[in-house]
Antibody, heavy 120, light 109 residues
């Protein structure tokens, strides 16, 4: 069974750094792209970027380029999303999802989400 | 890239059919058969309902169907059930990236 399990909720202060994780299981982690999707409170889904764990090829949405860093450690089947200096506007739910790129560019499995709250 | 355009809300009675539209441009929806649809219940992660315009993943009810004409894709839900009440998002491939629609809240009356 394909599963993506994300790290738990975080409460941080503005200016702090943060790295959240997404661990894949039940499939070949290095053979599929993993994407990150933001959902701000009461708002819609926003594509942030994707990474191919096999070679760490990474692509960012122009809206998030330079704002976050996506990485992966294939040895432990885990992808990461990190911030070096959080802002209050980073408060959101963040989902990781497996991307089917070769056949239609869609997310077929999703993590449960990680809620990030940034508040002073 | 700009978000795809969806109606903010649609509603229907149990047993009826509803259609949710998703309008983009020739650079996204109109340019590729790579439109997907996701269902999201409150407090839950999104769930894939349709991919490649009209394909249903295993386990998704055949009451859900997708289509596309020009720059507009559509999701149709037939035989509405109470459990279909959720937010629905379309998504399309565009220039090595993805763009989502703003989401549509479906209310089952």
């Amino acid at each position: 069974e394909v599963q993506l399990v994300q790290s738990g909720a975080e409460v941080k202060k503005p200016g702090e750094s943060l790295k959240i994780s997404c661990k894949g299981s039940g499939y070949s982690f290095t053979s599929y792209w993993i994407g990150w999707v933001r959902q701000m409170p009461g708002k819609g889904l926003e594509w942030m970027g994707i990474i191919y764990p096999g070679d760490s090829d990474t692509r960012y949405s122009p809206s998030f380029q330079g704002q976050v860093t996506i990485s992966a450690d294939k040895s432990i089947s885990t992808a990461y999303l990190q911030w070096s200096s959080l802002k209050a506007s980073d408060t959101a739910m963040y989902y990781c999802a497996r991307l089917r790129m070769s056949s239609g560019y869609y997310f077929d499995y999703w993590g449960q989400g990680t809620l990030v709250t940034v508040s002073s | 890239q700009s978000a795809l355009t969806q109606p903010a809300s649609v509603s229907g009675s149990p047993g009826q059919s509803i259609t949710i539209s998703c309008t983009g441009t020739s650079s996204d929806v109109g340019g590729y058969n790579y439109v997907s649809w996701y269902q999201q219940h409150p407090g839950k992660a999104p769930k894939l309902m349709i991919y490649e315009v009209s394909n249903r993943p295993s386990g998704v009810s055949n009451r859900f169907s997708g289509s596309k004409s020009g720059n507009t894709a559509s999701l149709t839900i037939s035989g509405l059930q109470a459990e279909d009440e959720a937010d629905y998002y379309c998504s399309s491939y565009t220039s090595s990236s993805l763009v989502f629609g703003g989401g549509t809240k479906l209310t089952v009356l």
